[in-house]
């Protein structure tokens, strides 16, 4: 593990398997919060964990109990490779074509065993998908894998999976047990060819073609790659399945999701979630979810998580704003988003998802936003609204809050 240095101090970044840690684990990221950083915690759109305002000289005893509590890597250099994103529901959705979980297992032991891997980009991602009912479909993935039936997985390189017909469509087929093997070929044929600059795969692929790309990845392996998937499209995803009370498998527990506000939250409520799961999901939306809960308690569950402030209703401001880290934690931020945002929420339309960026990096989400406020200057924006070019310059909060009321059809 590693701590990067940030304006607000250092910043240290805790990769989870599929978003999970269990509730002990979530206390003792808690206790190092408040022990060596700020007591901030940053849920992030990986469903990963950060935290933040790290202090001189505690760097060693937080990332000790860190990997004491088994959130560090298996292998040392490793930590940067567990990039497999599942589904937040991922073994425990009963209509998902199948539980993807024992497969992704094996494909992070193989990402951290394998020392050659350890050069790819921190950046370089993988998905892994099962079908499931929630799912985050709009990340592009430089390599991604879904489930066509309990047998059977289709591949992408650098996107997502097709949901439309005009979207590109998966490149091949294999079945599920060729799937590690599959993997291994394509990462080590892309630090065959990629050169240093190419740290993603679309860089890769903007050089060379898919279908020379492929080639080399057949000559890797001992079984033919079907390059026939026709038309196959992924189902739906529904994102308002992140909030409330959602049965959990088949049997007599429930998972509960919330909304975490603006991706961040102090040791003192990562606590407390941890008093109410034995088990608990970060997802790509910056939410959690909260695992094996007894039917009994989940309506109470849900007051509980209200009380703390998170959102578990997506019509909540909340649960519809996207902030990055801002100025008051980024040198690169021309303004302090969290608190433009905070002042946002005061004033949201009652529909409509809203970005706020503190610059062109657009760190906070990796899928597109129906709008996103750019910063240009500390407290304006340029605003964006389903299309690459701004509708509206150097909005002030309260003016950009103005246009929104005004594009609601509602309003």
């Given at each position: 593990m590693r701590i990067v240095p940030a304006r607000d101090g250092g910043l240290c970044r805790i990769r989870l398997a599929w978003g999970e840690l269990s509730a002990a684990q979530a206390?003792?990221?808690?206790?190092?919060?408040?022990?060596?950083?700020?007591?901030?915690?940053?849920?992030?759109?990986?469903?990963?964990?950060?935290?933040?305002?790290v202090r001189e000289g505690s760097q060693e005893a937080l990332i000790s109990r860190l990997v004491g509590a088994g959130l560090?890597?298996?292998?040392?250099?490793?930590?940067?490779?567990?990039?497999?994103?599942?589904?937040?529901?991922a073994g425990l959705?009963?209509?998902?074509?199948?539980d993807v979980t024992p497969l992704a297992s094996a494909l992070l032991d193989q990402l951290q065993r394998d020392t050659r891997l350890h050069q790819l980009s921190p950046k370089f991602a993988l998905m892994l998908d099962g079908g499931e009912r929630l799912a985050m479909l709009d990340h592009p993935h430089d390599v991604w894998l879904s489930a066509v039936s309990a047998e059977r997985f289709v591949f992408g390189l650098a996107g997502c999976p097709p949901r439309f017909e005009s979207d590109a469509?998966?490149?091949?087929?294999?079945?599920?047990?060729?799937?590690?093997?599959?993997?291994?070929?394509?990462l080590h044929t892309f630090l065959d060819l990629a050169l240093p600059h190419h740290?993603?795969?679309?860089?890769?692929l903007a050089t060379c073609s898919i279908e020379a790309f492929l080639g080399h990845?057949?000559?890797?392996?001992?079984?033919?790659?079907?390059?026939?998937?026709?038309?196959?499209?992924?189902s739906p995803s529904d994102a308002r399945l992140r909030f409330g009370v959602h049965p959990q498998g088949t049997g007599d527990s429930v998972c509960v999701g919330a909304q975490v506000p603006l991706g961040r939250m102090d040791a003192a409520a990562l606590s407390t979630l941890a008093d109410l799961a034995p088990r608990l999901r970060m997802t790509p939306w910056q939410s959690v979810m909260l695992l094996d809960v007894p039917t009994a308690n989940a309506h109470a569950v849900v007051d509980q998580l209200t009380?703390?402030?998170?959102?578990?209703?997506?019509?909540?401001?909340?649960?519809?704003?996207i902030a990055c880290a801002g100025?008051?934690?980024c040198a690169k931020s021309f303004t302090d988003t969290k608190a433009d945002a905070q002042l946002l929420a005061r004033s949201m339309p009652s529909a409509g998802d809203v970005h706020l960026s503190g610059c062109a990096r657009s760190c906070a989400a990796a899928h597109c936003v129906e709008t996103t406020l750019m910063a240009v200057a500390p407290g304006r924006y340029d605003l964006y609204h389903q299309a690459p070019e701004a509708v509206a310059h150097h909005l002030t909060i309260e003016q950009a809050a103005r246009w929104l009321a005004r594009s609601t059809p509602d309003a």
């Open positions: 206390r003792v990221v808690a206790e190092v919060a408040r022990a060596c950083g700020s007591g901030f915690i940053d849920a992030t759109n990986r469903a990963n964990l950060q935290i933040r305002g560090g890597p298996t292998t040392p250099g490793s930590d940067d490779l567990r990039n497999v994103m599942l589904s937040p529901l959705d009963p209509h998902a074509v199948l469509p998966a490149l091949g087929a294999v079945n599920r047990v060729h799937v590690p093997a599959l993997v291994d070929a394509l740290t993603r795969m679309r860089d890769l990845v057949q000559d890797k392996l001992n079984f033919p790659l079907a390059q026939d998937v026709g038309n196959w499209r992924r009380a703390l402030g998170l959102a578990t209703n997506p019509d909540e401001p909340f649960a519809r704003l100025s008051q934690g």
